[in-house]
């Protein structure tokens, strides 16, 4: 299995920033991608960024010039910076990976337990 860890959540006040840190680990042939999702409560789950294989990476309008994703690929790791945090950033924070565990599986989605972070105004 996959097992993804997340870190780096907490309480800052609008225009802090906080940087969110996620490993995987387990049984794992190949990561494709990794990425963010949050959920506010009372709302759907949504995608916040996506860090693909070479490079490419994908960001909600609502966090364009604010957050930043990285990867480091050796870690097996993916890292959200997050600035001019604001109170709509409010949600519980999810890392995603869709990963293989050997020649034989297909691409399955794995998910962390998620990490609170609270922004207030």
């Known amino acids: 299995q996959v097992h993804l860890v997340e870190s780096g959540g907490g309480l800052v006040q609008s225009g802090g920033s906080l940087r969110l840190s996620c490993a995987a680990s387990?049984?794992?042939?190949?990561?494709?991608?990794m990425g963010w999702y949050r959920q506010a409560p009372g709302k759907q789950r949504e995608l916040v960024a996506t860090f693909l294989s070479h490079g490419s990476t994908n960001y909600a309008d609502s966090v364009k010039g604010r957050f930043t994703i990285s990867r480091d690929n050796a870690e097996n790791s993916v890292y959200l910076q997050m600035n001019k945090l604001e109170p709509e950033d409010t949600a519980v924070y999810y890392c995603n990976a869709a990963a293989r565990r050997d020649p034989g599986d297909y691409y399955r989605d794995y998910w962390g337990q998620g990490t609170q972070v609270t922004v207030s105004s």
């Open positions: 387990g049984s794992i042939f190949r990561i494709n991608s």
